[in-house]
């Protein structure tokens, strides 16, 4: 009797979590079908400046390096600057010791030893005849002759020591023009580099060799940046545009620069066409930019200003159209119509809309919150 009644409640109570589980998969299935209510963002137009732009990646540079080189061979004795410092033109550098061929200095011996011979003998000569001039034994025509000759050889007699003196010393001692021993720079700026240490051997720039770089200087005030545009941008870009220079190095200090050079033949880097361009910077007194720093410079291609805006998140495409949706009724359920629009520049984020919307009107934006 016990067990049998046991049982049927044990029966009941299964069938009661039974109906349960088959009324609650109901609900969730009716729930579930309900249509879902989304709330939108109600935006209203704005009026700003929308631009179009580009990025270069290159370095600020100065606009002339000039490479130092000696004009005679030989060590470098002394050097009188670092990198780092200023010079001005004209101003000395470094010191070079020449060495001269044994080949040239015994040329050049032999060659003042023989005109040192004919000059002694010329002038040996000349004595003779001027005091037969003097007698009035010698004609002036004879007289003239024997003076031009011995001028002749003393002339020849210099120029054989002169020569002497520059391959053994690098520089005459009668020479007007400064020692070519002594490397100075040619302009006005600061030293970036000396490549070259006390003991290095130096050639000398010729028309056969370009010659060794003894120092680099460059004016620091006259800077620009080197940068490299894509193919699909440089169509946009012109002389004269300006850019916006970001210098990593500074704290992403920005500068104003001007667009000088454009590169009529493009280099192939990383698989891509791009085109090299140049830009005056602008850079204050206050701010010291190293040589070689890197830079991104923003070109502004196209700008709209003080024009109607909105987020271009807002805006639907069909084809060659452009449509909103335009606020009709907000309580209590928000309702909206599909509005066309025209529209203009896009900065990828905001667009201008050239025509459809006024500042008054209001419009759909992002879901921001679904009712279940």
Do not use: C
Request: hydrophobic share 40%.
């Amino acid at each position: 009797m016990k067990n049998r009644l046991f049982k049927k409640i044990m029966r009941m109570i299964l069938l009661s979590f039974t109906g349960l589980a088959v009324s609650g998969t109901f609900f969730f299935l009716w729930k579930k079908a309900q249509p879902v209510k989304v709330v939108y963002e109600i935006i209203s137009p704005e009026t700003g400046t929308i631009e179009t732009k580009t990025v270069a990646t290159g370095n600020v540079e100065p606009r002339y390096e000039i490479l130092i080189k000696p004009q005679i061979s030989g060590i470098i004795s002394e050097l009188l600057k670092e990198a780092g410092q200023n010079v001005t033109a004209g101003e000395m550098i470094a010191k070079v010791k020449v060495i001269p061929e044994m080949v040239q200095l015994n040329s050049a011996e032999s060659r003042v030893n023989v005109a040192n011979i004919s000059f002694r003998q010329l002038e040996s000569t000349f004595k003779r005849d001027e005091q037969l001039y003097n007698q009035g034994i010698m004609t002036a025509e004879e007289y003239n002759v024997s003076e031009s000759g011995y001028l002749k050889a003393k002339e020849e007699l210099e120029n054989a020591r002169s020569a002497l003196e520059i391959v053994r010393d690098g520089i005459a001692k009668n020479s007007k023009v400064e020692s070519t021993t002594q490397i100075r720079s040619t302009i006005t700026g600061m030293i970036l580099d000396i490549p070259v240490k006390v003991g290095n051997s130096v050639i000398q720039s010729n028309n056969f060799n370009e010659g060794t770089t003894i120092a680099s200087v460059a004016d620091m005030n006259d800077m620009i940046f080197k940068g490299y545009v894509d193919e699909t941008e440089i169509g946009r870009i012109s002389e004269g545009m300006y850019l916006k220079l970001t210098v990593g190095a500074l704290e992403s200090q920005s500068f104003d620069a001007m667009l000088e050079y454009v590169s009529p033949k493009g280099e192939e880097k990383n698989g891509a066409i791009q085109f090299e361009i140049k830009a005056a910077v602008k850079i204050p007194d206050s701010v010291f930019i190293r040589a070689g720093y890197s830079a991104n410079a923003e070109i502004v291609l196209k700008r709209a200003e003080d024009v109607l805006t909105i987020p271009e998140s807002a805006i639907e495409f069909s084809g060659d159209s452009a449509f909103v949706q335009l606020l009709k009724q907000e309580h209590p359920g928000q309702v909206f119509e599909k509005h066309f629009v025209k529209t203009g520049l896009s900065d990828g984020i905001r667009i201008e809309v050239t025509g459809g919307l006024a500042n008054e009107d209001r419009i759909r934006g992002a879901a921001v919150k679904d009712n279940k």
